[in-house]
């Protein structure tokens, strides 16, 4: 297994670690457990044996007792002393005094003391592993012509020692089963650590060193066929990951191409703006130096064509200042969405154009429901008609009897549809791709312009999230504004 991490810093061996550290300490508890509940169950085992020791031994006890025979008496204490569960044992007579004992016993003060088994004489010396006695007590009878005598009674001792000496062995097993048990886990969970948490990883980590930024959008993790519910979580939630970087990075590239976009468009803005208004101020300044001429030889009827000449390069000069600023305005960023009458904004638009275009004889239909509504900014949706039904107007076709703007509208449930149509000139085919770039004039015969105003109604619409598209011929052109309901 190549890898670049040492393995004691895998998250395998770490979580390998974590997880026996409470494994053990539980194993710990649960073999200790085990152990006492064992000792506990064996040491009762002893008491009960006690019992039927006790049983046993009574008869030739009570007899040796009744007859005051001492070599019986000792005898039987000492059988009773190589009995394997019995530490010692003593004899007390019915009123509860001294009568023997044997081995190791407790006196009347709770104190261990023991009785050497060849003279039942009484020694001092305590053995240090027979301090922790427990006992069972019963009393001695002897029956003569069927009457029953208490003459005694008989203490058995025994020990944790003894008790011990049982339980060592199982002890023993109870201590190599677990830890048998702990390393077989151990070695199962290391073998089993590499397949199921290493390698998938280490494949996510692999993939993520081979990938670029620009395919992040075609990034998919499928890490195995069968997948567990922790990585299966991770895997999907880097491939969510995923997704928001790609669909940040693609919004990172339209807003560079956008930005790039309009940094070209800013420099040929900037080069056209400044050749036509340099244009008419060049053309201004020449003419009126041609006007002094004129005054000073007379010649009035040149001053008044000079004049007019003037008059009409400033109007154009203010036709452009004026389109310059409205775009300007189109760029801002206008946040004041409101609910505007759309009929009422074409009467005001109608209003505008009348002074301008006081002479032309353009029928311009309104075919809008009165209570027809749109929810955007006012300024926005009045430059958008504004500059529309003006290019309608300035391009009408003279050749024409009856020329006409039409504006309609339709409602859906979630789009209102606009619709401006005339019967003018229309816009040549070879230009058509070109109806929303800057500076672009397709009839400058027709009428001067500063090919800004379609430019303009981009704008709006772009801000706006509405659509916009046309059909045009020699027959006339046709516009279909969508906005959102």
């Not at 997880?19 to 064992?38: G, K, N, P, R, W």
């Not at 009773?80 to 004992?101: L, R, S, W």
């Not at 081995?103 to 003279?119: A, H, R």
């Not at 020692?161 to 151990?186: D, E, M, P, R």
């Amino acid at each position: 297994m190549k890898a670049n991490t040492k393995w004691k810093d895998t998250l395998a061996a770490k979580l390998l670690v974590k997880v026996f550290q409470y494994y053990i300490f539980i194993t710990v508890i649960v073999t200790l457990a085990h152990m006492s509940m064992d000792f506990s169950f064996t040491k009762d085992i002893v008491e009960d044996d006690l019992k039927v020791f006790h049983t046993s031994f009574e008869p030739g006890l009570s007899v040796a007792l009744w007859n005051q025979e001492d070599d019986a008496l000792q005898s039987s204490l000492l059988a009773i002393y190589h009995v394997p569960q019995i530490e010692g044992a003593k004899i007390i007579d019915e009123n509860g005094n001294f009568v023997t004992a044997i081995g190791y016993v407790k006196n009347e003060l709770g104190q261990v003391t023991y009785y050497d088994p060849n003279t039942l004489s009484h020694n001092e010396s305590i053995s240090g592993g027979s301090q922790s006695l427990f006992s069972y007590s019963n009393n001695i009878h002897h029956q003569e012509d069927n009457i029953k005598y208490l003459i005694g009674n008989l203490i058995l001792y025994s020990s944790d020692n003894i008790v011990f000496s049982q339980v060592q062995y199982g002890y023993i097993f109870i201590v190599i089963n677990s830890i048998i048990k702990t390393l077989a886990l151990w070695l199962i969970v290391l073998w089993q650590s590499k397949p199921l948490i290493y390698d998938p990883l280490n494949q996510i980590s692999n993939r993520l060193k081979s990938e670029r930024p620009d395919t992040l959008s075609d990034l998919h993790f499928d890490i195995s066929k069968k997948e567990n519910g922790e990585l299966l979580l991770l895997k999907n939630a880097l491939n969510k990951i995923f997704k928001m970087l790609a669909l940040s990075i693609k919004e990172r590239d339209t807003a560079l191409n956008k930005a790039t976009q309009r940094n070209e468009e800013l420099s040929q803005f900037s080069y056209r703006t400044s050749h036509d208004l340099k244009a008419p101020l060049v053309t201004v300044r020449r003419l009126s130096h041609i006007i002094i001429e004129d005054v000073n030889s007379g010649d009035y009827e040149e001053v008044e064509l000079n004049a007019n000449r003037i008059a009409t390069h400033v109007s154009r000069l203010e036709n452009l200042v004026t389109d310059i600023l409205d775009l300007a305005r189109a760029d801002l960023e206008i946040k004041e969405h409101e609910t505007v009458v759309l009929s009422q904004v074409l009467t005001d638009v109608k209003e505008t154009l009348s002074g301008v275009y006081i002479e032309d004889d353009v029928q311009i239909i309104d075919d809008i429901d009165p209570e027809l509504r749109l929810y955007v900014p006012r300024a926005r949706i009045n430059q958008i008609l504004e500059n529309l039904l003006s290019n309608a107007l300035k391009y009408k076709d003279p050749f024409k009897s009856e020329c006409y703007v039409k504006v309609s509208a339709q409602n859906t449930d979630d789009e209102v549809l606009v619709v401006i149509e005339d019967n003018g000139v229309g816009i040549p085919l070879k230009y058509q791709t070109q109806v929303f770039q800057m500076f672009r004039r397709f009839h400058p015969e027709v009428s001067f312009g500063s090919g800004l105003g379609m430019y303009i109604v981009k704008k709006h619409i772009d801000n706006l999230s509405a659509n916009i598209n046309f059909t045009s011929s020699e027959k006339g052109t046709r516009f279909e504004l969508t906005f959102k309901n």
